[in-house]
């Protein structure tokens, strides 16, 4: 009998032990019917989000997360009743956005392109926004630096007009 013969026997005759371990269920499907609003919270500008009642037949009743950088209120308003695409995070919680839905129209599709470019706006005129206080910070220290060469250089010439090594006018 060879020795990985052996081995495997012992570890054979050796008491199993199961480990028990819990898991938990998520949900897989990919679409609900969002049957109305929970509620929804405003957080600054932009940011916020609301909160969804969806269902799936035949027994799954749930939430699921609206958020209004991606999907705004008022299209939200216009999913109650019909079916939503939704994605579950690695905790089983529900999500979506405007970019997921499948569209029935051209109209609704203008809508969402006109959404995107209105958030690719605002976030690109904050950027714009920071880079320019940036500059002019820069800018402003820069001024700064400057006059205190002019500073120097006018002391300089003024000091020594006689000593023959000060800056030439011209």
């Given at each position: ?8 026997l ?17 949900p ?40 209004n950088?991606?999907f705004?209120?008022?299209e939200?308003?216009?999913y ?5 695409v ?16 499948k569209?029935?129209s ?7 392109i ?29 001024n700064?630096?400057?006059?205190k ?8 010439n003024?000091?020594?007009?006689n000593n ?7």
């Open positions: 009998m060879s020795t990985t013969t052996k081995c495997l012992f570890l054979d005759s050796l008491p199993h032990k199961t480990m028990a371990t819990k898991t938990d269920i998520m897989v499907f990919e679409t609900v019917i969002l049957s109305g609003i929970l509620y929804h919270i405003r957080d600054g500008k932009r940011n916020g989000y609301t909160v969804g009642r969806v269902k799936r037949e035949p027994s799954f009743n749930g939430i699921c997360l609206f958020p950088e991606s705004p209120l008022s939200v308003e216009k109650i009743g019909k079916e939503v939704v994605k579950a995070n690695e905790k089983g919680q529900l999500r979506t956005s405007l970019v997921m839905q569209l029935e051209l109209e609704e599709n203008d809508e969402l006109a959404v995107g470019l209105q958030n690719f706006e605002k976030r690109l005129f904050e950027f714009l926004e920071a880079k320019f206080d940036e500059v002019m910070k820069e800018q402003i220290l820069t700064l630096d400057i006059n060469l002019r500073r120097v250089f006018h002391l300089w003024s000091d020594d007009d023959g090594h000060a800056i030439p006018n011209d």
